[in-house]
């Protein structure tokens, strides 16, 4: 999405990707080291966001991770609290309001996530770009750099960089994998040999190769290309929304200041010096007015007004602002769009507590053993083989049982026979209900099973057995 501002000159309004030449190859990026108030800010508080990031997989409540979205078994632990298959509706309730809230948060502030908390924005700019000017130097020394034939001095500088990014890119993967499977998991693949457990060892060798494959070449594109969230900005953002923007009223038109020759003011205050086309890391023109490649990470605002502090003109050419806020000077935060969607967060998160509530203690699934119908026994009995999944979702031992409604039917567990559940556990075992035949009256007959907690009847679960008429 792009915005296009009536005061400035059609022929300079980019309607294109500014990483994407005519030919539809590659223009690669050289931000400008920028410095300044905001960027100041951005690092310490991306700091503090990647120490969470990091220690995250490392805290654990009463023995269990503070974090947990292990895809593989189906198990998510999200801030201690344990959530199962059962608990699918409460997850999407979770994610529904997680949703909502970052369409709430763009509505009235636009894309301030993904320049300040986005994971991907956090590693490139605060992490790899920096160790890239580190080694490399600013961007027309990266330039040079690049341009430049394969010497000594080019291979030294792209391998010590290489070499760090894939220490990184490494660093990164295991703490993803941690989030996935838990950390003590981690740490049995790494000390182990990778003979010992291959899926981990090609889990974690394609976790790096694909966050090396985006930090060190990918880069802006994924924020242009890939991410969803820069295409749903166009439809979330209204006249209202502050962004980083520039005050075309203010600037326009431009007029470079020439040292020796006096001329008049010009009548806007943007000297077009186009630092701010030099430092976004994404290779826009904010003059240009909102666009969806905007990550609105603040480095324009920090180079314009060094800019303007150093010609003695008012600091703010580009700065935090809604469309209106230029036009009119005023601003309206709290909209009709904002109270609507404040309205279905509160009552999203009022459904989540209710159901967190009322969900069960225990929870519990019984289904047929696949590919058998029955089993007919000695003494004219018949028997059906049933698999059975128990969760304890409180933190407390329960022993938990199940009991056949029907007195004609008796339950026989196969293997291990007592169903004692330690806290947040999940049990999967197997039982046969047992019936004469003499009784059976239909060929396929639903039966009651009563699950019981400590000796509480907490539950009835309904199946079905099969078996012969009986003469």
């Not at 030919?23 to 080291?33: I, L, M, Q, T, Y």
């Not at 690049?146 to 220490?167: C, G, H, Q, V, Y």
């Not at 407390?396 to 007195?407: F, K, M, N, Y």
Request: hydrophobic share 45%; aromatic share 12%; glycine share 8%.
């Amino acid at each position: 999405m792009a915005v296009k501002n009536e005061n400035l000159n059609p022929d300079k309004f980019r309607d294109a990707l500014g990483t994407v030449n005519q030919d539809g190859g590659r223009n690669w990026v050289f931000p400008k080291k920028v410095s300044g108030k905001f960027y100041q800010y951005r690092t310490y508080f991306s700091w503090l966001l990647l120490g969470i990031l990091f220690a995250g997989p490392f805290i654990k409540v009463d023995g269990r991770p503070w974090l947990l979205f292990n895809v593989f078994e189906r198990k998510f632990i999200i801030f201690g609290a344990v959530f199962w298959p059962q608990d699918t509706h409460l997850l999407i309730f979770l994610l529904l309001i997680f949703f909502v809230f970052i369409i709430l948060f763009t509505v009235v502030f636009g894309r301030v996530f993904c320049g300040w908390a986005c994971p991907q924005t956090l590693f490139m700019e605060m992490v790899f770009r920096k160790i890239e000017y580190w080694i490399e130097g600013d961007a027309n020394q990266q330039r040079k750099l690049d341009a430049m034939p394969w010497n000594a001095e080019k291979i030294r500088k792209k391998t010590i960089k290489m070499s760090i990014f894939i220490l990184i890119s490494l660093l990164i993967s295991h703490t993803v994998m941690a989030y996935l499977i838990g950390i003590d998991n981690v740490m049995e693949i790494v000390s182990s040999s990778p003979s010992e457990n291959l899926a981990g060892f090609f889990g974690l060798l394609a976790f790096t190769g694909i966050f090396l494959f985006v930090f060190s070449w990918f880069r802006e594109q994924a924020c242009i290309v890939v991410c969803p969230y820069g295409r749903l900005q166009g439809v979330l953002l209204d006249n209202q929304s502050i962004n980083v923007t520039y005050d075309y009223k203010r600037g326009e038109p431009r007029a470079p200041i020439r040292k020796n020759k006096v001329e008049e003011k010009p009548a806007g205050d943007c000297v077009d010096c186009t630092l701010c086309v030099q430092v976004c890391p994404t290779g826009i023109d904010i003059r240009n007015g909102v666009q969806m490649e905007c990550v609105n990470c603040t480095a324009c605002m920090d180079a314009c007004d060094d800019v303007m502090e150093k010609v003695d003109r008012p600091k703010g050419l580009i700065r935090y602002a809604s469309e209106n806020s230029i036009l009119t000077g005023t601003s309206k935060l709290i909209t009709g769009r904002v109270k609507a969607y404040s309205s279905i967060l509160l009552l999203l998160i009022v459904g989540f507590v209710a159901l967190l509530a009322t969900r069960e203690d225990l929870g519990a699934t019984v289904t047929r053993f696949r590919g058998m119908t029955y089993q007919a026994r000695e003494n004219a009995q018949i028997s059906n083989l049933y698999e059975v999944t128990l969760i304890n979702k409180t933190f407390d031992e329960q022993e938990v049982t199940l009991v056949p409604a029907d007195p004609t039917f008796t339950l026989e567990k196969v293997g291990h026979t007592d169903w004692r559940l330690d806290g947040q556990s999940k049990f999967e075992g197997r039982f046969f209900l047992v019936k004469a035949k003499s009784d059976m009256k239909i060929p396929q007959q639903n039966v009651d099973l009563l699950l019981q907690q400590n000796g509480e009847t907490i539950d009835r679960i309904s199946t079905s057995f099969m078996g012969p008429v009986g003469e």
